[in-house]
């Protein structure tokens, strides 16, 4: 199983601020990675696919680069709505797997 | 609109079964595959299972293979995971996602509790 490994576990931003999420594969996953956020009570909401490729919707200010085992997801400018956790997300192999997630606090 | 109603979650003792489905309106539901994920309370996402389209491909994870079965109805637009032998640490908020690999859409998730 191919495991992913997020840091840091929690990061705190004041709001303006860039942010920048890392996620380790145990093995090479090439770009097959996805980033997800996930706010309270909701259910997460696709942010980035093929590594680098933004959701539809997506505002600019979100980029993701990486490509085998190191992947980084980059949010230039915080926002209020951007506090959240983030999810790396494998899908070069079976079994899907999800990373530990990021928690983006307010500093 | 899109959207992915998740239902049958509910209080379960250990051993016991329970049958959770997926429904799917807004868009052309046999034309994409369907995953379910589920996230234990205060936890990170774990993926469960994924049936494809006409269901000729399906997996599980290892933590409930033999125990969980998916299947899909493309003419109701639903999706169906049928869980056996449930344990306390299939306790969990149960998604179901649609996309053949990343998650594009979510539903809301049906809370399955399994306690004595």
């Known amino acids: 199983e191919i495991v992913l490994t997020q840091s840091p576990a929690t990061l705190s931003v004041s709001p303006g601020e860039r942010a920048t999420l890392s996620c380790r594969a145990s093995?090479?996953?090439?770009?097959?990675l996805a980033w997800y956020q996930q706010k309270p009570g909701q259910a997460p909401r696709l942010l980035m696919h093929?590594?680098?490729t933004r959701a539809a919707g997506l505002p600019p200010t979100f980029s993701g680069s990486g490509s085998g085992t190191d992947f980084t997801l980059t949010i230039s400018s915080l926002q209020s709505e951007d506090f959240a956790v983030y999810y790396c997300q494998q899908y070069h192999d079976w079994p899907l797997t999800f990373g530990g997630g990021t928690k983006v606090e307010i500093k | 609109q899109v959207e992915l109603v998740e239902s049958g979650g509910g209080l379960v003792k250990p051993g016991g079964a329970l049958r959770l489905s997926c429904g799917g309106a807004?868009?052309?539901?046999?034309?994409?595959?369907i995953n379910w994920v589920r996230q234990a309370p205060g936890k990170g996402l774990e993926w469960v299972s994924f049936?494809?389209?006409?269901?000729?491909?399906?997996k599980y994870a290892a933590s409930v293979k033999g125990r969980f079965t998916i299947s899909r109805d493309n003419a109701k637009s639903s999706v169906d995971l049928q869980m056996e032998n449930l344990r306390v640490e299939d306790t969990a908020l149960y998604y179901c996602?649609?996309?053949?690999?990343?998650?594009?859409?979510w539903g809301r998730g049906t809370l399955v509790t399994v306690s004595s």
């Open positions: 093929d590594a680098s």
């Open positions: 093995q090479s996953v090439s770009s097959h």
């Open positions: 807004g868009f052309a539901f046999s034309d994409y595959s």
């Open positions: 996602a649609r996309g053949e690999v990343a998650f594009e859409f």
């Open positions: 049936i494809n389209t006409a269901a000729t491909t399906i």
